[in-house]
């Protein structure tokens, strides 16, 4: 089949499409203005002017936290995001970095019982916070209901946004023991996936409501 001939109507339709071309765009200018700033300034180290090779680091802040129950002090940068902080000092890989424009939802994690997506919050406005990620919802070895669900319900292909719609689902359940399914699709509005058509996700979810019903 020629490219001309595929019908790319559904793939490019309603909101969750028009969400990705945004952060597209966001990541393209983002990139663009950085190819423009270090063009100008290897220029200028051509024309033999002083360049600042590196910018003064930033103090580093204290910040007190605990993680699926533990207690972690580090040390960060102001401008590290909690999702940074998470993977890469913490070590907590499961939280994936998908858009970094709050778009996607795969980096959401659970802060003060609150959903939260992670690349939009400073790791030091998490000082003091207790926080949840996908690592410390099983207990002793066990899935928890939803990732028990997402198992049975095959709420997932790639897995990549799997994390994200699992912390999303926790707090929809957490507020709502047996959402309609409306409800769910609404509640899971800020979590992109790529794969799955979003069908056996809800399901997913019907299924953890119901185990956790009893």
């Known amino acids: 089949m020629l490219p001309s ?57 204290v910040i007190h936290t605990t993680i699926n129950g533990e207690a972690h002090t580090h040390e960060v940068e102001p401008r590290m995001l909690l999702i940074h902080y998470i993977r890469d000092v913490v070590g907590l890989t499961g939280s994936h970095i ?12 659970s802060v003060n019982g609150q959903a939260v997506k992670s690349c939009t919050m400073l790791a030091v406005q998490a000082d003091g916070a207790e926080i949840t990620t996908i690592e410390g919802l099983a207990q002793n ?8 669900g ?10 990549f ?16 023991s047996n959402p309609t399914e409306e409800e769910i699709r609404h509640g899971l509005e800020g979590n992109l996936c790529r794969c799955t058509g979003y069908q056996h996700i809800v399901e997913a979810v019907q299924y953890a409501a119901g185990k956790m019903q009893g």
Not at 141 to 148: A, N, R, S, V
Not at 161 to 176: D, E, K, V, W
């Open 98 to 109: 998908g858009c970094e424009t709050s778009l996607c939802g795969a980096c959401t994690v």
């Open 141 to 148: 070895g066990d899935l928890h209901p939803i990732q028990e």
């Open 5 to 61: 001939e595929i019908n790319l109507s559904p793939i490019f339709s309603g909101d969750n499409s028009f969400r990705f071309f945004v952060a597209v765009k966001k990541r393209f200018c983002y990139n663009a203005i950085q190819f423009k700033e270090r063009s100008q300034i290897f220029v200028r180290s051509l024309e033999g002017q002083d360049v600042q090779k590196e910018a003064t680091p930033l103090a580093k802040k």
């Open 161 to 176: 946004c799997t994390p994200g719609m699992i912390m999303a689902a926790h707090q929809l359940l957490a507020r709502n």
């Open 150 to 159: 997402f198992w049975e319900r095959h709420g997932l292909q790639c897995g």
